[in-house]
């Protein structure tokens, strides 16, 4: 499976919860170009006002997956994969910490 799902979503351990139990490895996608979003007339925001962040899960193909796409595609694909939460904040794509309250 792959879902693109706002960037602040892996530092939140959403992911680690849905697939506890399960033997889903998760990888993340890493856009090279930020979505542009569209919202109804009306609603939201101009822009998006998140980054999003793809997370992929192939089962038992996915370490197999990884490996082609990065020797098959490596810098030319339209995505970094990513291992870890720890790798997206090292390469600045999440926050590291927790977000401070802004009230």
């Not at 602040?8 to 990888?27: E, F, H, M, Q, S």
């Amino acid at each position: 499976w792959l879902v693109p799902l706002p960037s602040y979503c892996p530092p939140k351990g959403y992911l680690a919860r849905a697939t506890a139990g399960t033997n889903a490895r998760v990888i993340f996608g890493v856009p090279k170009v930020r979505y542009e979003y569209d919202h109804p007339e009306g609603t939201g925001h101009e822009t998006s006002p998140f980054f999003s962040i793809w997370f992929v899960s192939l089962g038992a193909h996915t370490d197999r997956a990884m490996t082609w796409y990065r020797r098959t595609l490596g810098g030319k694909a339209g995505l970094d994969l990513v291992e870890s939460v720890e790798d997206l904040a090292a390469r600045k794509v999440v926050a590291s910490g927790r977000r401070g309250n802004p009230r």
